[in-house]
């Protein structure tokens, strides 16, 4: 995988099928998930997807990452973040629209980009206690053929259970980026422009056939 890919991947970045209308924010994790632990089971995960990534097929990838995904960020969290003070203004109809739409692109990137295995494992390292009591989790995906990617995870507290709110991406930050890119078209073309977009991208997703 390219560098390119990943960083467009790893975000801070869905069922194919109707996404569920989120009424109220998931559970926490389980207690004693520590932030480290969340992210460990992120990259067996993922792991396990990119070595079987051909006879799953998209589908298969898509279910079986959805969970762990579900699991491992707070989607609903990260997907208010990336539209700002336009959260604010829309009806709760057209927030749960939002929503759903974002948890389909962040799932559909995860089962289109992870698509196939050419040696690479990842490694976990320092987690580090922000100034806000957030954790900072440092990674590395290494390639055999390639220089590492360095991963910069950001987990927030949920009870007794840490949750992924950002992915920086050898120093880029895909929150900033799905913000700078979402609030452009919010402000040039509107609600429907932007749904537009999130739709499209999950179709080309969905074909199965990545660039």
């Known amino acids: 995988m390219t560098r390119l890919l990943l960083t467009s991947l790893l975000s801070g970045a869905l069922l194919w ?30 792991l396990e997807v990119m070595q079987n ?13 959805s969970p762990v995904i579900d699991d491992a960020y707070d989607l ?17 109809a057209r927030q749960q629209q939002y929503l759903a ?4 692109l962040i799932l559909a990137t995860y089962a289109y980009r992870f698509n196939g295995y050419s040696g690479e494992h990842f490694e976990v390292g320092e987690v580090i206690a922000t100034e806000r009591g957030d954790r900072r ?21 949920r009870g007794n259970g840490w949750r992924i709110i950002n992915v920086v ?5 895909d929150l900033a980026l799905k913000r700078a890119e979402y609030n452009a078209i919010l402000k040039r073309d509107g609600f429907d422009s932007l749904i537009a977009t999130l ?13």
């Open 137 to 157: 989790v440092q990674a590395l995906l290494v390639r055999p053929n390639d220089p590492p990617v360095r991963f910069d995870y950001l987990l927030r507290e």
């Open 169 to 173: 991406t050898d120093g880029v930050s």
């Open 17 to 46: 099928a109707a996404a569920p209308v989120w009424a109220a924010d998931p559970e926490p994790a389980p207690p004693g998930v520590s932030a480290q632990t969340v992210v460990t089971h992120l990259h067996e995960t993922l």
């Open 101 to 104: 739409l974002f948890r389909r």
């Open 76 to 92: 609903q969290r990260v997907a208010r973040v990336t539209v700002g003070r336009h959260w604010r203004g829309w009806s709760a």
């Open 53 to 65: 990534a051909t006879s799953l097929g998209y589908a298969g990838r898509l279910e079986r990452l």
């Open 199 to 211: 739709e499209a991208q999950i179709a080309r997703y969905s074909s199965d056939t990545p660039e």
